[in-house]
């Protein structure tokens, strides 16, 4: 167990819908990561936090959304949902200099 | 630009030794990680190395050379359950997003009896 969870672990969803993944974690660390991951292209930064409130984009921000009011939790929203999201989700978290430590991931299919 | 590569699969025996390559080029170097992820799995740490040489941790070892941009991942007396995708990522020089990680597309290596 690495201190952090994601829910839903599964999610199949239209085209057009809103969609929200969460992420929370045990460890009280000040910054956390939203990653998507796909055949061909690795692991690609979405967006992250460095605190509460605190956040910026990452390398594939568009269409993606995110919100801290906890140290502890970090949720990631689609607003429109397009196929080109379908994708698994990870969120880490990790401390400035240090490892990270990735959550067991979201396997988001948008029909 | 920012690239990292690393072979795309490898193949090695039961019981051999196995040397996964990593080339970076990058805004800023401060430090190179290595992960494992197992099929279906989430990424898993393995080492870090942010100093030039070579970092043991049981069968596994990594090296690094900040001069000329590269790293190796070393597995000893492989075994069939290090059957599994190794990432290289770098994590950029400064500030703000420039710390953040930026990763390779992974190298998939199957371990064969």
């Known amino acids: 167990d690495a201190g952090i969870t994601q829910s839903p672990r599964h999610k199949v969803t239209e085209t057009g819908t809103p969609v929200t993944l969460r992420c929370h974690q045990t460890e009280n660390h000040r910054y956390m990561y939203w990653y998507r991951q796909d055949p061909g292209h690795g692991l690609r930064l979405i967006h992250y936090s460095y605190g509460v409130k605190d956040t910026d984009k990452g390398e594939v921000s568009d269409g993606y959304s995110v919100s801290r009011s906890k140290t502890e939790d970090f949720l990631l929203t689609l607003e429109s949902a397009t196929s080109s999201q379908t994708s698994v989700y990870f969120c880490?978290?990790?401390?400035?200099?240090?490892?990270?430590?990735f959550g067991p991931g979201t396997r988001l299919t948008v029909t | 630009g920012q690239n990292i590569d690393q072979p795309t699969e490898m193949t090695a025996t039961e019981g051999a030794i196995v040397q996964i390559n990593c080339t970076y080029q990058?805004?800023?170097?401060?430090?190179l990680f290595w992960y494992q992820q197992h099929a279906g799995e989430a990424p898993t740490f393995l080492s870090y190395n942010v100093l030039d040489g070579l970092e043991e941790k049981g069968r596994f070892s990594s090296f690094l050379s900040r001069s000329k941009g590269y790293s190796y991942l070393l597995l000893k007396e492989l075994q069939m359950k290090d059957s599994a995708s190794y990432l290289c990522a770098v994590r950029g020089g400064g500030g703000g997003s420039q710390g953040n990680l930026i990763f390779g597309k992974g190298t998939k290596l199957s371990v064969k009896p």
């Open positions: 880490a978290r990790g401390r400035v200099d240090y490892e990270q430590y």
């Open positions: 990058t805004s800023g170097f401060n430090g």
